[in-house]
C-alpha cells in the first residue's frame, strides 16, 4: 500500500525533536508499504536529507522513506505571524501534492492544524481515503492558553477543526482528553483512535555512555528537563523551584534545561540575572546524545504551564523519552500524566504554581536516593508494558490501514474496475 504521509516537523532520530513520525513510517516500510513524507524545514532538526533545494523542494529516500522536503523553515522562535504564514504556505503546497502524488491513504499530523487541508483536498477531490492524527486540540488550546484571542480567526479554526474530523475516515487522538475532544465535535466513537506518544526503549533502554555537563558534579541530583522552551511548557516554574532550593542553599540539586525555543533567551537572562548558579542550559541535542545524558540523570522534569487544556490533552513525547530510559518524573500539573506517575510509583507530582512543593520534592528526593533505582524501575516497565513505541506503532498500523482496505475493496469491485 502506498501512503502518503503529511508532517511539517518530521525529523530523524539524528537530529533532536519528536520522532514519532519517523518511527510509524518506519514501522510501515518494515511491513512492506511504501511511504512518501512531505515535511517542511526545521531549526536545528534533520530530516535525513542535505541536498540542494530545487524550485523549493529536495527529495530522497531516508532509511526507506521516500522524503519530499519543502524549502519552508520554521523555528519556534518565531512570531506569530510568520510561523502562520510557514504554515499556510505548507498546506498550500501540501494540497497540490495530494491532489498529484499516487497514493492509496492519505494521513496527516497535527499541529499546525493546517496539516488537515491537504488530507480534505484528497478525501473530497481524488476520493482516497484520509486518516487524521490530532496531536493538540485546536483552537481549543491556543484559545486556553490566551495565544490566540481574534474571534474571526477562532472562528476559521473551529470550522477547519470540523471539516478536518468530518473529512476523516478515522482519526487518532494521543491522549484521553483529544480523543474525547474530538468526540465533542460529533465524531462517531467508532472512527477514533487513541494512540499515545511511545517509549522509544530501542534508544533510551540500550546501553550507552552517561555523562553530565559542565556544572553538574557526580555527587549532584541532577533533574533534566528536555523540551521545547515556550509559552506551553511554563519553565518559569523550574526557575522558582531553583530560586527556592537557592535560597535553602541547596547547590547540590542541579536543574539542566535541554531545548531551545521563543522563550529560551528571556530564561537564560532571568537565570544570569537572579544569579541561579543551579540552572544550567544546553542546546538541542540528538537522540543518541540524549540517551546518554539521560542515562546519567536523576529525575526527568515534565514541566508544562498550568492550563486545564493541558491536563488530559497532551501526550508529551520528553514523559515517555524519561519512561523509556528508567528515569523517575516530577510533574508540576495534575491530569492522565500525574495520574500514570502516582500510580506506578515512578516519581512525584506537585501542584501547579508552587515553586515551594516543587523544591520540596526534588529534597525530599536528595535525602532518599535509595528510592530513585526503585521509581525508575517502575518508570521502565511501565514504558515496556504500556508504552512500548513497537506495541503503538503496531495498534497505529492496524488503525490507519484498516480504512484502505474497504476502500481497496469497494474499488476493486465496482462496475468500473471490471
Not at 325 to 353: E, F, K, M, S
Amino acid at each position: 500500500m502506498k501512503v502518503l504521509y503529511f508532517h511539517q516537523h518530521f525529523v530523524t532520530p539524528k537530529g533532536p525533536g519528536a520522532v514519532r513520525s519517523y518511527m510509524m513510517a518506519r514501522h510501515l516500510v518494515e511491513h512492506g508499504h511504501s511511504v512518501t513524507m512531505v515535511c517542511g524545514s526545521a531549526k536545528g532538526a534533520t530530516t535525513g536529507l542535505d541536498g540542494p533545494f530545487t524550485r523549493g523542494m529536495r527529495q530522497g529516500m531516508v532509511d526507506g522513506i521516500r522524503v519530499i522536503e519543502l524549502d519552508l523553515a520554521y523555528s519556534n522562535s518565531d512570531g506569530f505571524a510568520k510561523r502562520s504564514w510557514t504554515f499556510i504556505r505548507f498546506a498550500l503546497r501540501s494540497i497540490l501534492l495530494a491532489l498529484r502524488e499516487p497514493c492509496d491513504l492519505v494521513f496527516a499530523t497535527s499541529t499546525p492544524l493546517t496539516a488537515a487541508l491537504p488530507g480534505i483536498a484528497a478525501r473530497w477531490l481524488r476520493g482516497k481515503p484520509f486518516v487524521f492524527e490530532v496531536r493538540d486540540l485546536w483552537p481549543e488550546l491556543p484559545r486556553a492558553m490566551g495565544v490566540i484571542r481574534n474571534p474571526v480567526v477562532l472562528g476559521a479554526m473551529g470550522v477547519l477543526e470540523y471539516a478536518g474530523y468530518r473529512s476523516a475516515s478515522a482519526l487518532v487522538g494521543l491522549s484521553p482528553g483529544i480523543v474525547e475532544g474530538i468526540a465533542r465535535r460529533g465524531t462517531p466513537p467508532g472512527r477514533i483512535h487513541m494512540v499515545p506518544n511511545g517509549c522509544d526503549l530501542d534508544i533510551f533502554a540500550a546501553e550507552t555512555e552517561p555523562w553530565r555537563p559542565e556544572g553538574v558534579a557526580s555527587g549532584d541530583l541532577m533533574c533534566v528537563f528536555a523540551g521545547t522552551h515556550g509559552i506551553a511548557n511554563g519553565l518559569d516554574s523550574v526557575l522558582d523551584a531553583a530560586a527556592v532550593l537557592q535560597g535553602r542553599g541547596r547547590a547540590d540539586i542541579k536543574l539542566v534545561l535541554v531545548g531551545d525555543g521563543k522563550l529560551k533567551p528571556a530564561l537564560v537572562r532571568r537565570a544570569a540575572q537572579e544569579r541561579l548558579d543551579n540552572v544550567v542550559f544546553l542546546a538541542p541535542v540528538n537522540k543518541a546524545r540524549l540517551a546518554g545524558l539521560l542515562a546519567g540523570t536523576d529525575i526527568g522534569l515534565q514541566v508544562l504551564a498550568d492550563v486545564p487544556a493541558f491536563y488530559y490533552g497532551t501526550s508529551p513525547n520528553k514523559f515517555f523519552d524519561y519512561l523509556a530510559a528508567g528515569l523517575p518524573v516530577l510533574t508540576n500539573y495534575p491530569g492522565w500524566v500525574a495520574d500514570l506517575v502516582q500510580q506506578h510509583d515512578c516519581g512525584w507530582g506537585v501542584p501547579a504554581r508552587n515553586p515551594e512543593a516543587f523544591a520540596d520534592a526534588l529534597e525530599e528526593a536528595a535525602r532518599h536516593r535509595e528510592r530513585l533505582p526503585v521509581m525508575g524501575a517502575n518508570a521502565r516497565t511501565l514504558a515496556r508494558t504500556q508504552f512500548s513505541r513497537r506495541v503503538l506503532a503496531a495498534r497505529w498500523t492496524a488503525a490507519v490501514l484498516g480504512v484502505a482496505a474497504p476502500h481497496a475493496q469497494a474499488t476493486t469491485e465496482s462496475p468500473e474496475s471490471r
